[in-house]
């Protein structure tokens, strides 16, 4: 493929995401003529439109829509191979993208990333905060090399591999009725006023599973994204809740009971694309990752 071609792939591929000939001509750095004539020498070459005009604006025709994946494959193609060549002649440098639960962030990632760096301190990495259905949909679009997430993922195409579980325990305020106790059936907290985490938060669908097989539906009062932020709305007095065990929480306004007669558990697993091709540092840093929790606990 000559540069000219190659180009003009780049053209296309732009022009059909902006879908405005002048915008895409200035994001691309050349002149609206340029990019009108190199589009034109395209249809020419392939004998069908590839958009449809109304003025300097676009859209896509149906030859341009099938044209158009085949191009988004072969530019994908290209940077891979790119990405390879320079993995080869970098091996312990590059960026890792990577993204994990909320409540991940306060300390699991960053002590990893910090242990890592102490072997690969070249190492960048670009990290991504999300719910769970987030993290698996950046995984499909290749925005991330590894995400950490809950549970197994059923979509085929992924793998994820187990690190830890986690004990969940029933979080109340110092004051509430139940503080002096160490352990309790789940069930005598259904008609508490609940701390809840955020819908789309792998939490949020462990706990509403939970409480359901006790047999109630939880009456959230407050929601939140993170571990600590629901801890502090039970230490303020707002409710009762069910949390994993966190290094670093203020529990001096709160008191943690085991559950007793059901399983409270969730497990953290790191999920990649299987088959998709994996740099040599990300290949590492994914198994250092497994590593550490076959020989400790971070």
């Known amino acids: 493929m ?41 249809e020419k070459d392939l004998g069908v439109p590839l958009f ?3 003025g300097r604006s676009v859209q896509l025709s149906r030859y341009g829509k099938i044209f158009l994946t085949r191009v988004n494959e ?25 993204s994990f639960l909320h409540t991940l962030g306060s300390h699991l990632v960053p002590e ?28 499909m679009t290749w925005e991330i090399d590894l995400c950490l997430t809950s549970e197994p993922i059923q979509t ?16 109340v305020p110092k004051a509430h009725r139940l503080a002096k106790r160490e352990s309790i059936k789940l069930e005598e907290i259904g008609e508490e006023p609940f701390i809840g985490f955020k819908e789309g938060i792998g939490l949020r669908t462990i706990t509403d599973r939970l409480c359901q097989k006790a047999g109630f539906k939880p009456n959230v009062m407050f929601e939140g994204q993170e571990v600590s932020t629901v801890n502090g709305l039970v230490s303020a007095g707002l409710g009762v809740s069910l949390i994993p065990d966190r290094k670093g929480l203020d529990e001096t306004e709160v008191s943690k009971l085991e559950v007793v007669n059901h399983e409270c558990t969730r497990s953290i697993g790191v999920a990649w694309v299987e088959g998709r091709y994996m740099s040599p540092i990300v290949q590492k840093f994914k198994s250092f990752v497994i590593e550490q929790f076959k020989s400790t606990s971070i």
């Open 74 to 98: 072969a530019l994908l193609l290209i940077e891979e191979g790119k990405q390879e060549i320079n993995d080869i002649i970098h091996p312990d440098q590059g960026q890792i993208a990577l």
């Open 2 to 42: 000559s540069v000219m071609e190659w180009q003009q792939l780049e053209y296309f591929q732009r022009l059909a995401q902006v879908q405005h000939f002048t915008r895409a001509a200035e994001s691309l750095y050349i002149s609206q003529p340029a990019l009108s004539r190199s589009i034109a020498r395209l």
């Open 52 to 54: 449809e005009r109304n």
């Open 156 to 171: 085929d195409g992924f793998k994820w591999e187990k690190l830890f579980s986690e004990q969940l325990y029933v979080i």
């Open 112 to 139: 990893l990333i910090g242990e890592y760096r102490k072997s690969y301190p070249d190492v960048q990495f670009q990290l991504f905060q999300s719910t769970a259905d987030i993290l698996i949909e950046q995984l």
